[in-house]
């Protein structure tokens, strides 16, 4: 296994640059060196470069498939000892890791908790190689932790970027998910009625339908799921008032370490 200093380096090849984000942070946070790639030939430039300690590995990249990205991995010098882990956004890509037998360690399903990712990371290392003590139990709290006052808050919002920050990480969003995200983080515990919402965010609303409102708070809840900070796991930041509408909830930790 190669290392950089005492950290085992994990490389991360995942398009999307809101996932990545949350997982490099969650990754250094627990000890780890990430290296994000965010195409398949990044990737096979970087493993050629140096072999990492473990992959994780996105099933739908931009240029290449992540199945056959794998096999090109494997066929690399060292390729075969690494540990890849996918991670995969639909039921049919589960079907075709699990029952191909394709040779990965592991693989989550999107959206996942960052905290379990980590979690899935260490067990492979534990069980795939015989490190030095300083690879199974990296040192905790690496990078230093900020004075409180530095730390992000919840929401952060950019409307000239059209970006929202949850605790510092930037959400990937569509349209509609900025949106409705944007009207909730201006009134925290303000209650938004579905027709409120669709009349507000969707520029012809008149063929929506408050299921299609209920798909985009669905989708955002994943997006905020995947985001959340892994030292609270349980934050749940849109309330469904039932028959009623969403509110964006007024307890959230003002900031996390
Ligand atoms: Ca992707």
């Known amino acids: 296994m190669e290392k950089t200093g005492q950290k085992p380096r994990i490389l991360l090849v995942e398009d999307e640059s809101g996932i990545a984000d949350t997982l490099q942070y969650v990754l250094a946070t627990d000890g780890f060196l990430p290296v994000w790639c965010s195409t398949a030939e990044d990737a096979l430039r970087q493993f050629a470069a140096e072999p990492p300690a473990l992959v994780v590995l996105d099933v739908g990249l931009p240029d290449m498939n992540g199945f056959e990205l794998f096999k090109r991995l494997q066929a690399l010098p060292g390729g075969a000892q690494v540990p890849m882990l996918f991670l995969t956004a639909r039921s049919d890509e589960i079907d075709r890791v699990v029952g191909l037998e394709l040779g990965a360690d592991d693989y989550i399903a999107k959206p996942f908790s960052p905290r379990e990712l980590v979690a899935r990371v260490r067990g492979i290392l534990r ?62 515990g303000r209650v938004f009625t579905r027709d409120e919402l669709l009349a507000k965010v969707w520029d012809d609303h008149s063929d929506s339908f408050d299921r299609t409102v209920d798909a985009h708070i669905k989708t955002l809840r994943a997006k905020l799921k995947a985001a959340v900070p892994a030292s609270a796991p349980d934050i749940e930041p849109i309330r469904t008032l039932r028959g009623t509408g969403y509110a964006l909830s007024e307890d959230l930790p003002e900031t996390l370490a």
């Open 127 to 188: 069980r795939s190689v015989r490190p030095a003590p300083s690879m199974v139990s990296p040192a905790p709290a690496a990078p230093p932790t900020p004075p409180a006052a530095l730390l992000p808050p919840p929401f952060a919002l950019d409307e000239e970027r059209h970006q929202i920050r949850f605790y510092g990480r930037l959400l990937d969003l569509s349209r509609y998910e900025y949106g409705v995200l944007r009207l909730l983080v201006q009134r925290p």
